[in-house]
């Protein structure tokens, strides 16, 4: 069994425990654990654009370091750290990326740092969790442990910004992604592509501009909607959130009922592995996704 | 036509100035094609579009630029900085002028003012991108 060091990041252990329990199950599954480094903290979120504000990127630097020394506890591993939320993912290579151009800002950063007995040394690799998918394990190992393929199922990937922006920190092709549909036709379902599946859900300003995510979560929706879609498939807890909670409120506005439920890619891989119900924590979604499962007889 | 003159001194130098330091781009390399703003999710919902706020950055003018809502409206979901054909990081010039305006008033949003169950609803991701997009 390969063993990752693994940031979950903070929501994945709040709104998102249904994308961790299944994403750490289809890991075993696939032998290659995720393993939750031990004392990690929050990345920051969203990365400082900023040139001259250190502060900001001491966090992410320190989950670097924190993921380097918990490498010491795993078997058969990399010097790989492990993603599953896209905005971690984002932060995390950017700010790798950063320090390796500036190493005087490094060794700032490490004065900061060293106060905790801890340094960096650029020399963990961020991967998302879909990246490990596609190259480390790769999908014919995951179509073989396929025991019920998701048919029936019409999965719009939505990528949104984060795993494909900026080129530091994209996970695929910036443009033309492919990895999310690889993977559910590996799972047995349809991929419904989307022209809009990297427009933004409006991100944080959920918190104070809600009206921002309403228009676009509409849009996006639709526009997978129109093209045959029964379901989406996201990396983001931020994005699932924002789709799922928006279209609860707009039906409750228009009283439409042909809501799309918003699945993460590691439920439907978790569905389709035969893993136990509970761990999807469907009762954390808005728009059940029960509903359609049970129609397409795939509980 | 109507022409409107503008002042072009020390003040507006300065504020150019520090736009490029803190977000390291060279606001001249914009040559005013409109790609940020044509591909921008949020264009339909900002005052002046992104060209418009970067083209009076470019001319200094500073009231105008802290005036729109444009750098508010912006998610930072990076597709300018990306599709920009002169590479400039479109997305920092937006985050430029939203930390010009916090190093000097350090809360666009009043955390005390949102509702509890708000707070206690919303993912931690949102609050916490918000506080850091939004607060000094």
Known sequence: MV???????????????????????VSKKLNSELVEIPNWNCCGTVHTMTTDNLMKRIAPVRVLARSKNHLEDLKDTSNHVVTLCSMCNSTLKIVNEEVKENPDDLETINFQLEEDNETYSIDMEVKHFLEVLRDSIGFEQIRSNVVKPLEGLKVSPYYGCMLLHPEKAKIDDIEMPTVLEDLMESLGAEAIFSPLFKYCCGSYHIVDQEDIVAGQVEKIVEAARVRGANALAVACPLCAYNIDQQQKVIDEKTGRKDSLPVFYFSQLM????????????????EIDPRILLEELKLL | MSYEYIKFGQEEKDFIEKIQEISGQNIYSCYQCG?????????????????????????GQKEKVLKANTHWI????????????????VAALMEAVREYILREEPEKMKIADIPKDVLNKLPNIALVGSFRKKTG
Do not use: W
Request: proline share 2%.
């Open chain 1, 3 to 25: 063993q990752y060091s693994y940031f979950p990041g903070c929501n994945l252990k709040t709104n998102a425990k249904g994308f961790e329990e299944t994403a750490i199950a």
């Open chain 1, 270 to 285: 978790a569905l389709a592995f035969g893993e136990s119900l509970e761990i999807n924590h469907f009762e954390d979604h």
């Open chain 2, 35 to 59: 790609k940020c703003s044509a591909g921008c999710a949020f264009s339909n919902k900002m005052d002046k579009t992104v060209n418009q706020l970067i083209h009076f950055i470019q001319m």
């Open chain 2, 74 to 89: 912006c998610a930072s979901c990076l597709t300018c900085t990306i599709r920009c054909p002169r590479e400039i990081d």
